[in-house]
């Protein structure tokens, strides 16, 4: 499997998520499925079939997330060399030149994506339209409504 980069936050997210999942949610719904078992016949017990999707939807996460942290290559872009040049992890603040609005993204993997919180995937159209590019580029996104172009206002390696 190919590696997946992630920030150090994204990774730490991860782990504190598997670590709750194990400790807590496990647990939980193991008592759960025994407390559901005494009721009696399991054909009908809906308590019972509730809790044992639960299960598989936990055990599902906990496979997933322990292939993701196996597979990530951590990128921590404060112990980088601050080129200027928008890499991985970097916070770049943008200048949109049609609406004249500034926007600032940081670039982080697709798990840790979250547009509302200007957060946008290596993957995105905007994160590739920029990576390689440096204060006072501009970069063009191609968007479902046209081109937008995007000034580069500064980039952050924070």
């Known amino acids: 499997m190919n590696q997946i980069p992630m920030t150090v936050g994204g990774a730490e997210a ?13 647990p939980r719904i193991i008592q759960a499925i025994a407390d559901a078992r005494e009721h009696g016949d399991l054909k009908e017990n809906a308590e019972y ?10 055990e599902g996460r906990i496979q997933e997330i322990e292939a993701k942290l196996s597979n990530a290559q951590i990128i921590d872009v404060t112990k980088m060399p601050d080129t200027g040049k928008v890499v991985f992890g970097v916070t ?13 993204y940081k670039i982080v993997g697709d798990d840790e994506s979250d547009i509302k919180n200007n957060l946008v995937s290596v993957n995105s159209p905007i994160a590739r339209a920029l990576i390689g590019k440096q204060v006072d580029d501009v970069a063009v996104v191609i968007t479902p409504g046209g081109e937008v172009e995007y000034e580069i206002v500064s980039v952050e390696y924070l």
């Open 92 to 104: 770049v603040t943008l200048y949109n030149t049609s609406t004249d609005k500034e926007v600032k």
């Open 14 to 26: 991860l782990r504190t998520e598997l670590k709750r999942l194990k400790q807590e949610d496990r």
């Open 49 to 58: 079939h509730a809790a044992r999707e639960q299960q598989g939807f936990c």
